[in-house]
C-alpha cells in the first residue's frame, strides 16, 4: 500500500527555522509533480510550494524567500526548508504526490496525513 510518510513538524518560535520531510512508501514507478500544501484553522488548504521531476520550483508569495523546497528522486521523498518562520505560517503542512506506477502511466495523486507546524510570536 502506497502513502506518503510526513515527519518534522513541531513547535518553533518567531525566527526559527523547521525542515519538513516526505517520503513516499510502497512501490512506485516515479514521483512526479510533488509539493506541500498548508491548511490554518478556518481557512482552506493552500499551495505552499511544488517540484518537478527536473527539479523546477513554484512557490506561493507569502513564503518566497524564505522557503525551499527540494527532492531526492532516488529516495522518492520531498523537502521544505522553511527559515524566518512567522505565526501566521502556522497550520497543517500536508505532503502531496502524483505517483505513477508504471512505465507505460497509470497513477494518482496522494496526500501525506499532516504535520503540525506551530511558530510562537
Known amino acids: 500500500q502506497v502513502q506518503l510518510v510526513e515527519s518534522g513538524g513541531g513547535l518553533v518560535q518567531a525566527g526559527g527555522s523547521l525542515t519538513l520531510s516526505c517520503e513516499v512508501s510502497g512501490y512506485i514507478f516515479r514521483a512526479n509533480l510533488m509539493g506541500w500544501y498548508r491548511q490554518a484553522p478556518g481557512k482552506q488548504r493552500e499551495l505552499v510550494a511544488s517540484?518537478?521531476?527536473?527539479?523546477?520550483?513554484n512557490y506561493a508569495d507569502p513564503v518566497k524567500g524564505r522557503f525551499t523546497i527540494s527532492r531526492d528522486n532516488a529516495k522518492n521523498t520531498v523537502y521544505l526548508r522553511m527559515n524566518s518562520l512567522k505565526p501566521e505560517d502556522t497550520a497543517v503542512y500536508y505532503c502531496?504526490?502524483?505517483?505513477?506506477?508504471?512505465?507505460?502511466?497509470?497513477?494518482?495523486?496522494?496526500w501525506g496525513q499532516g504535520t503540525q507546524v506551530t511558530v510562537s510570536s
Open positions: 517540484i518537478t521531476r527536473g527539479a523546477r520550483t
Open positions: 502531496n504526490a502524483d505517483l505513477q506506477f508504471s512505465v507505460t502511466g497509470g497513477g494518482n495523486s496522494y
